[in-house]
């Protein structure tokens, strides 16, 4: 899954479809952290955007194979 990060930059996030939301949401607050500074934020993916708000959502569950994610503040 491809991370969009606050701070402009894109990382990428390697899991399974059993991974969770909370994972790729802890994955994206350690690769904000130098630029984002620990700073509340929300997932989202799809088009239109969809706020990920279920963190226990699997990445299955959540459709987030191969997509984008957007981590915006919140």
Request: glycine content about 14%; overall charge positive.
């Amino acid at each position: 899954v491809q991370v969009r990060l606050v701070g402009g930059t894109r990382t990428v996030v390697r899991g399974n479809p059993t991974s969770t939301v909370a994972e790729l949401a802890a994955a994206a607050a350690a690769a904000a952290a130098p630029g984002g500074g620990g700073e509340p934020f929300t997932l989202s993916a799809g088009f239109p955007p969809r706020i990920l708000a279920d963190l226990a959502a699997t990445w299955e569950e959540a459709g987030l194979a191969g997509s984008v994610v957007v981590q915006k503040r919140a």
